[in-house]
Every structure is written in C-alpha cells, then in structure tokens.
C-alpha cells in the first residue's frame, strides 16, 4: 500500500480536462516539493511535472501541476488519446529518509 | 542529453544476489551534483524507489530494502551498480536506473528498463 494515495483510475473524452489527485501527509507532500510521471504502456517513466508545477522543455503546457497542503493536482487539458497512460506523483518523505510513489492512475481517453 | 542503459541477469535463482549495471553517456557519473538511483516495478504494480548513489559515493537506501542492498560507482566506466542480496520471488520485477540532481528529488533521465525474474 503506498504512501502516497491516488485513484486507481480516471478517463476523460477528447478535448476534456482531467484533473489526478494525489494525496499524502504532513511529512511527506507537506513538506517537499512533488513530482509527476507518465508512463504509457511498455515504456520507462517519463518525468512530467517537477516542483509541484513546473514542466520540462519538451512537455505540453497542456499538463499543470499543482500542490496545496498535503495534496497535489496533475490537470491535463485538451485531452488526446495519446495521453493514455498511468499517471504517478512522487515526492520525499521526512520520515521514511526516501522517495515514495503514489500508486498510479492509470488514464483512459474514451 | 544522458543516456542510460541497464544491463544485467534476466534471471536470477531464489536466495542468490541480483547484480545490475547502469550505463551512462552524455554525461558524468562523477559530476558533483548528480545522484544515480535504481527504481523497480513489479508487472502490473507500481512504482518503488530502491535508493540512490551520490556522485561522491554516499548512499541512500530505501527501508524496507537496506538491508539487502548495495550500490557502487565505477568511474573508469561510467557505470553505476545495484546488488541485491537474498532474492525471493518478490524481487522479480522491471528494473529501472534514473538520473537526478541534488537538492531535488525527481529523476529527468531514466534508462528503458531491465526485466528481471527470481525463478530456480
């Protein structure tokens, strides 16, 4: 069971916005900065959102990232198909002295 | 642009110790603000953090796997290594090296993955 908790499952229509929740604790999200990754099927991770809401050069701004509290947001706007993927946010936590994962979402574009 | 490329055993007996390599290029595994970290994913599961190498050779492991595990450095190669002792089937997973940059905890480069199955 991760730390980090996350819906098992989101889906949108193309063209919609989504929104992926991640929700953790006060040692954890609350205190350190999170990150997002996508992975689409048989690929490695891909770093999509670092810092709670900065994107690398080759992400979309399509994808925002957001972080109030002990939780934090990942929206994906203009929703494609080719965003079909599972979605995992990430960040340090005090107490472990590690890095957690939450436990995926994976994304389904009707 | 780094690249990393994992390599290594696909298959490993019960009891014995995984060892993986990560190879890197475009890049220095001894530049001074860089850590080289081992992730791992079950089929079908999640993703777990396994610890981190610093480029200076300090460690930091995750808690539930630390004492089984031990990661080094080998600059003449620009390679760093996982060994993983003690292996059961829950060890059987895709293995993952990334690269990230202190003081962050994020990973920007990540290598395309090593399957590894804990069978006899």
């Known amino acids: 069971q991760s730390v980090l908790t996350q819906a098992p499952s989101a889906s949108g229509t193309p063209g919609q916005r989504v929104t992926i929740s991640c929700f953790g604790s006060s040692s954890n999200i609350g205190e350190n900065t999170v990150e997002w990754y996508q992975q689409v099927p048989g690929a490695a991770p891909r770093l999509l959102i670092y810092s709670n809401n900065q994107r690398p050069s080759r992400v979309p701004d399509r994808f925002s990232g957001s972080r109030s509290g002990t939780s934090a947001s990942l929206a994906i706007s203009g929703l494609q198909s080719g965003d079909e993927a599972d979605y995992y946010c990430a960040t340090w936590d005090d107490s472990l002295n590690a890095v957690i994962f939450g436990g995926g979402t994976k994304l389904t574009v009707l | 642009q780094v690249l990393l490329q994992e390599s290594g055993p696909g298959l490993v007996k019960p009891s014995q110790t995984l060892s993986l390599f990560c190879s890197v290029s475009g890049g220095s595994i001894s530049s001074g603000s860089d850590f080289w970290n081992w992730i791992r994913q079950p089929a079908g599961k999640g993703l777990e953090w396994i610890g981190r190498i610093y480029s200076r050779g300090s460690t930091t492991y995750s808690p539930s796997l630390k004492s089984r595990v031990i990661f080094s450095l080998d600059t003449s190669k620009n390679q760093f290594s996982l060994r993983l002792n003690y292996v059961t089937a829950a060890d059987t997973a895709m293995y993952y090296c990334?690269?990230?940059?202190?003081?962050?905890?994020?990973?920007?480069?990540w290598g395309q993955g090593i399957l590894v199955t804990v069978s006899s």
């Open positions: 990334a690269k990230g940059q202190w003081p962050t905890h994020y990973f920007d480069y």
